[in-house]
């Protein structure tokens, strides 16, 4: 009877502890695999400490993180992730007030003041070894996973859990938008785009030069803008590129187009690249309009050009 008892704690004890336990500090499950990293997941891992959570001794991670680009950080979930070469967890993480996050991206247009995070880990939920630390976001409305490796990483021992931070803390700038692959025809321009192409400055401060191409675009048809990517399509004779837009607040297009009756204060995107990622060239400047799915919706042609003169870029009006 003993034997018996004993086997069945070995099956199914250390579930039972981790459901005793509540939500804190216990590893959720993902049927989804993790996507390849993503530069948008901008983070820092600051501190590991000592704690009591339900009257066991345990760790906790605190530090920032947030999703580039995303204007609207609470329509996504954001979960710690501890990856091993044998094994992947998922933690819960509670929001923290960050000002001093807020204060250094403050140029991005986005409300961070909540980007401050912390996550209670046990022990016992994971084998010893060394884990990377990463981020990973889910939309709450259609599931997708944007997932982005941290500056830390966790080594498990039989008995201590130690962090190492590995990279700086506070990224100088923006990271590079991302290049997306066009696997298909690009469609036909169309008129239901309503935009505008503001500017292109840039930021020399640091031995790579990265330019900011910023403007704004919505469909006016469209009662829901938050549904749509946005992508910008830099094409010339040899290339095409299509980089992902960021997302920026427009409240001055919001009022511009308040009879539309639509929520358009979103509409601003920005991008960014750096010094050498695009051929020199003289390349037409486009906005692509995707679905959740991928597929394309709607695409439109700006009356600007983007051209590499004297080693540097501007940005021209079409003759």
Do not use: C
Not at 187 to 213: A, C, H, K
Request: aromatic share 12%; charged share 20%; net charge negative.
């Amino acid at each position: 009877m003993v034997w018996i008892l004993m086997l069945l704690f070995l099956a199914f004890g250390p579930k039972l502890v981790a459901v005793f336990r509540g939500a804190e500090g216990r590893p959720v499950a993902f049927e989804e695999a993790l996507p390849e990293p993503d530069a948008k997941v901008t983070s820092n891992v600051e501190i590991l400490k000592n704690i009591y959570s339900k009257g066991q001794k345990s760790e906790r991670l605190d530090g920032w993180a947030f999703l580039y680009g995303a204007t609207d950080q609470s329509l996504y979930d954001r979960y710690l992730v501890l990856k091993s070469d044998t094994q992947t967890l998922f933690f819960p993480t509670k929001d923290g007030q960050r000002l001093d996050v807020q204060s250094a991206f403050s140029a991005s247009g986005m409300d961070l003041q909540y980007s401050g995070f912390s996550a209670t880990i046990f022990y016992d939920d994971f084998v010893p070894g060394t884990y990377q630390i990463g981020f990973v976001f889910q939309h709450r409305q259609n599931g997708s996973l944007v997932y982005g490796l941290s500056n830390g990483t966790l080594k498990r021992t039989p008995n201590t859990l130690t962090l190492t931070i590995t990279a700086p803390p506070m990224p100088s700038r923006p990271p590079d938008s991302v290049l997306v692959n066009l696997d298909r025809h690009l469609p036909d321009p169309s008129d239901s785009i309503t935009d505008y192409l503001d500017d292109l400055s840039v930021d020399d401060s640091t031995e790579l030069t990265q330019y900011q191409l910023s403007g704004w675009a919505f469909l006016p048809g469209e009662a829901d803008q938050s549904q749509f990517e946005r992508l910008i399509v830099l094409r010339s004779s040899e290339h095409i590129y299509a980089l992902q837009a960021t997302s920026v607040p427009r409240p001055d297009v919001q009022k511009a187009y308040q009879s539309l009756g639509i929520d358009v204060s979103n509409s601003g995107f920005t991008i960014y690249y750096s010094e050498g990622s695009i051929a020199p060239g003289e390349y037409s400047i486009s906005v692509l309009f995707t679905l959740p799915d991928g597929q394309y919706h709607s695409y439109a042609v700006f009356q600007q050009k983007l051209i590499q003169r004297d080693d540097t870029w501007i940005l021209a009006d079409k003759p």
